[in-house]
């Protein structure tokens, strides 16, 4: 399997563009479902659960994502996961039981699994071996534009056909996606020769020099998660008019900064850039926590911004790096396995909080795990730098 040596090339850019739309496609229920959840009868916990639950079934099919499409035909794989992805969104039109609502969730979820990781592995085979970062880094970008632009999107929909209507659009640009797959020619990975028989266990699901960077980016999708699904509620209870333009904000602070936060990763190393999005981003949940005015809001896109935009894409960079070619489907599923665990506690656990606390102690929640997550990264820092002075 030839690579590139171009980075801005027609399949790179198909793949990432599909991969942005994978993920907005996921984005456009964030604030719908829990709206659509409350409108049925539902308290915020329940809606929470409903708009957190792809992740739990996400989170049990991710280790096997990575096996899957390291060890079978990818492309398969990935027509397969699109298409129960459209027909399970399909399918929450059709009834208003939460238990019956949740399963489809969870079927969503588990497809969702396979596709991502899928759009991901086939993107990273477009990429110049010169270029890893660089161009995992846009991949990354795309998924955080899309968590920027899904979410009013998706309200915008909803509000001008509703919410079932939606989930039959979602459905049909799921179908779409499909259309497009089909036509795009995707390589075999390449399996390294071997006469030995390789027994399947716990390597053949979970790529250990990965779970790091699945552990750091469980606070970015948690903080993620929650606002996404939750700040257009928060401002209706703060009357708090024009939220969505803090959608638009975010989106267009982060295309600006990511250039920027991709130059220092390259020049600096990762501390450069991920020390400073937890910072940024913990500041901004805990300003939410307490804005009631739509200038407090807009600061928070800004700071959100440059700690998503850089966050998240900066640690799918340093996992594609931490390992070789052959166990970059495991890594990726290792990698996403973090986002899952991060996305569905942040609506689940989130939502539990704001219905108990009110929002204001959801988002310091948010902000407590963004701490959390800055002290281990600083932890294992040191023990790295300990571990390579031990070696000299």
Same mark, same amino acid.
């Given at each position: ?12 850019? /198909?793949?990432i ?5 994978? &993920? ?6 964030f604030? !719908? ?10 308290d915020?916990?329940? %809606? ?5 639950? &792809? ?8 280790p096997?994502?990575? &096996? ?14 699109i298409?129960?992805?459209?027909l $399970?969104t399909a ?12 399963? @489809?969730?969870?079927?969503? #979820? ?11 592995s086939?993107g ?7 270029k /890893?970062?660089?161009? !995992? ?23 001008? !056909?509703?919410?079932?209507?939606l ?5 049909g640009?799921?179908?779409?996606t ?14 390294p020769?071997?006469?030995?028989k ?13 779970? +790091?960077? %699945?552990?750091?980016?469980?606070? &970015?999708?948690?903080?993620?998660? @929650? +606002? ?5 509620m928060?401002?209706?209870?703060r ?8 959608f /638009? ?6 295309m ?5 936060s ?9 501390s ?9 981003? #913990?500041?901004? $949940?805990g300003?939410i926590? !307490? %804005? ?7 600061? $928070? %896109?800004?700071?959100?911004a440059?700690?998503? #935009? ?7 960079s340093?996992?594609?790096s931490?390992?070789?070619?052959a ?5 990726i599923?290792t990698y996403?396995?973090g ?5 569905g ?16 102690g959801a ?25 390579a002075?031990?070696?000299?």
């Open positions: 399997m030839s690579r590139p040596t171009k980075l801005w090339n027609a399949k790179y850019l /198909t793949f563009a599909l991969q942005t739309l994978n &993920f907005a496609l996921l984005y456009f229920t604030p !719908v479902i829990p709206k659509y959840s409350v409108s049925l009868g539902y915020l916990a329940q %809606a929470g659960v409903l708009a957190g639950g &792809f992740a739990i079934a996400s989170l049990v099919a991710r096997i994502t990575g &096996f899957c499409i390291d060890n079978f035909d990818r492309k398969k794989v990935l027509l397969i996961a298409t129960i992805c459209g $399970s399918a929450l039109s059709l009834t208003s039981n939460l238990w019956i609502l949740l399963v @489809f969730r969870l079927i969503y #979820g588990a497809a969702f699994a396979f596709s991502s990781t899928t759009l991901f086939c990273t085979d477009c990429i110049p071996e010169n /890893t970062a660089e161009g !995992v880094g846009y991949f990354g970008l795309g998924i955080a534009v899309s968590a920027a632009i899904g979410p009013p999107i998706g309200l915008w929909l909803n509000n001008l !056909v509703g919410a079932r209507i989930f039959y659009i979602m459905a640009l799921s179908i779409l499909v259309v497009i797959i089909m036509f795009v020619p995707i390589d075999k990975i390449d399996k020769t071997s006469t030995t390789q027994k399947l266990g716990v390597n053949s699901f979970i790529e250990k020099k990965a779970i +790091i960077f %699945a552990v750091l980016v469980i606070p &970015f999708a948690f903080s993620n998660g @929650f +606002i996404n699904s939750f700040i257009t928060t401002a209706e209870e009357n708090i008019s024009g939220i969505s333009i803090f /638009t904000v975010f989106a267009i602070a982060m600006a900064l990511k250039p920027l991709g130059k220092m990763q390259d020049k600096f190393g990762l450069s850039v991920l020390i400073p999005a937890f910072i940024c981003t #913990g500041i901004a $949940s300003i926590s !307490v %804005a009631t005015s739509l200038t407090l809001m807009i600061i $928070s %896109a800004l700071l959100l440059f700690g998503q #935009g850089a966050g998240q894409p900066s640690l799918q340093a996992t594609i931490s390992v070789e070619k166990r970059q489907g495991v890594a599923g996403y396995l986002l899952d665990i991060g996305n506690i942040g609506n689940i656990a989130g939502g539990t909080v704001a219905d108990t606390l009110g929002y204001r988002y310091q929640l948010c902000a407590a795990t963004l701490i959390a997550g800055l002290i281990i990264y600083i932890i294992y820092g040191i023990i790295r730098k300990r571990r002075h031990s070696e000299q």
